[in-house]
């Protein structure tokens, strides 16, 4: 039994263990965080702080189920510890969950009834959760959606109905609903249905204009995007200069042609002595995108690339990256290879910014095009028979085969289980078998569970993203799976390295470059983001 001597000594040492973490954390070190706070709650698990303390970190590094573990510990801990609360609703938030996230928030105003802050911040959860519930009362059935693709022909010189005057009928049907409603002349039913007509009323025809005279920005002569314009807009987005709406209009819709053709597995053949470059998460950040192609050369049928993922969000670039990755694959599909990411999602684009930044730059009927076309994004590769190339990993069950990834309908959005979850979410984990996921959905997964894969599918690598690494690289599971990302000093904060793999074939040994973050135009990180999540930021 310890002494009084011996307990003083453990709460000494465990808090000089928080205190050490402090610092990791405000360093940015963050992993190096999560490890020193694991060592005080060792010590004294009965200490709500250092679980509070852990779950920002986790939350740092997007690891929203652990963050809501711990946090979720912290209350257990000590229900009147409003951080508690606090920080496992901003995990809430960060995963999309507004109305969870809500009760977490009213709670911490409950035990800080005069906080400023808690009352600012649950303001603004409020009207999340508000719009949230109307979005969902006029959402138009996904069987009854209109296309939006489908009602645009960029070749069209006037547009049939411009966004302005569909918005503008749509918003006189509303403001009629509410002056009934409030004139007691029509019931709230009523008005629900309304705004659902209105909601479906907007199928935004072709909104385009004839391309000014003044406009001296790249253009596309004809169907055809060529080498030169993509040269040209690539300087244009370096000079924070726009493409003109038509030109955009023509680069993604033709890419969803493009895209709509390929099965949800897609196999790549490298002839011998020829190289393949694979690339991870870029997340909006242009400029070193541009950087990659300066090390690694551009994008051709000599010199192809797959992008693993998570071109857009939270880098407030994200529509310079992906009309970039769009005009090469228009340009030459043979050369740049495309996978979906968790973040080519209309749920995560809402939050960390790529929608905000469609509407700012472009329109909102751009914001309904890029959603679709992310749905018809393939969710794997497989480079000679030999390579297995996904965003996130791999699956809750075993005996999964290529034949049933090639079969998946992925032309949605992305469930919340089921094996099109699990590529997109999954993340490796050093232990055997199987865990809860770090990020409160899809699952953590074994090098047990990678060798049996790979030996069931004849395959002889894993490939994937998803995961900020220091060295923008790490490799585990006994050399069978690779992670690799390419943002670095991800979001100007945690000043990790970038990578690429380089494979030839026909041994395909990975040939892995990193490389270091380079300077961009004073454009902060999830400048377009969701304006509750930025106050969290």
């Known amino acids: 039994m310890p002494t009084m001597e011996s307990e003083s000594s453990i709460v000494s040492r465990a808090e000089e263990l928080k205190s050490s973490a402090n610092e990791a954390f405000k360093a940015h070190k ?151 409603m409030a004139a007691n002349l029509i019931s709230i039913g009523a008005v629900l249905a309304i705004m659902a007509l209105a909601a479906s009323i907007v199928v935004v025809f072709s909104p385009l204009a004839q391309v000014e005279p003044q406009y001296s920005g790249a253009s596309i002569e004809g169907d055809t995007v060529t080498l030169e314009f993509v040269k040209k807009m690539l300087e244009d987005f370096k000079n924070q200069k726009c493409l003109h709406k038509r030109y955009a209009f023509q680069i993604v819709l033709q890419t969803r042609e493009l895209l709509r053709t390929l099965p949800s597995l897609v196999d790549i053949n490298v002839p011998d002595g020829k190289n393949f470059t694979v690339c991870g998460d870029v997340h909006g950040q242009f400029y070193d995108l541009l950087n990659i192609f300066e090390l690694n050369g551009l994008p051709s049928e000599d010199n192809p690339y797959l992008f693993n993922g998570d071109f857009v ?86 005996g999964v085969k290529l034949s049933d990834i090639r079969a998946i309908e992925r032309f949605c959005e992305p469930p919340e289980e089921g094996l099109m979850c699990e590529v997109l979410w999954s993340d490796p984990q050093p232990n055997l078998g199987r865990g809860p996921s770090k990020r409160g959905v899809g699952l953590s997964f074994g090098p047990d569970i990678t060798k049996r894969f790979l030996q069931d599918n004849n395959l002889d690598l894993l490939v994937r993203s998803h995961e900020v690494k220091d060295e923008g690289y790490e490799i585990d599971h006994d050399g069978k799976l690779i992670t690799v990302f390419s943002a670095p000093n991800y979001c100007d904060q945690m000043g990790n390295k970038g990578a690429l793999i380089r494979f030839e074939a026909p041994e395909l040994k990975p040939n892995i470059v990193t490389f270091s973050a380079v300077s961009h135009p004073d454009v902060k990180p999830m400048a377009y983001a969701n304006n509750f999540l930025r106050m969290f930021s």
């Open 313 to 398: 969000d939270r880098g407030s670039f994200s529509l310079e990256v992906i009309l970039t990755l769009f005009a090469f694959k228009c340009m030459c599909p043979s050369a740049m290879y495309l996978a979906r990411g968790n973040h080519e999602s209309r749920s995560m684009n809402k939050i960390y910014g790529f929608e905000g930044e469609v509407r700012s730059k472009l329109s909102e009927t751009f914001v309904e095009l890029f959603a679709e076309v992310f749905c018809c994004l393939p969710l794997a590769h497989v480079i000679n028979q030999k390579v297995f190339v996904v965003h996130g990993g791999l699956f809750s069950v075993d």
């Open 30 to 180: 963050y992993s190096q965080a999560i490890d020193l706070y694991s060592q005080a709650i060792e010590l004294n698990d009965q200490n709500a702080v250092y679980w509070a303390n852990r779950a920002f970190a986790h939350t740092k590094l997007e690891e929203y189920g652990s963050a809501i573990h711990d946090a979720t510990k912290a209350v257990e801990t000590d229900p009147k510890y409003s951080k508690g609360y606090y920080r496992r609703g901003a995990a809430y938030l960060a995963m999309g969950k507004f109305k969870e996230a809500l009760k977490d928030f009213q709670q911490v105003k409950r035990i800080c009834p005069n906080d400023p802050d808690a009352a600012k911040k649950l303001k603004e959860c409020e009207k999340a959760v508000m719009k949230l519930k109307f979005e969902e009362a006029i959402a138009v059935p996904v069987a009854q959606r209109r296309s939006v693709a489908d009602s645009i022909d960029y070749r069209s010189i006037v547009a049939r109905m411009t966004t302005s005057s569909v918005l503008v009928t749509a918003a006189a049907a509303v403001v009629l609903a509410a002056a009934l």
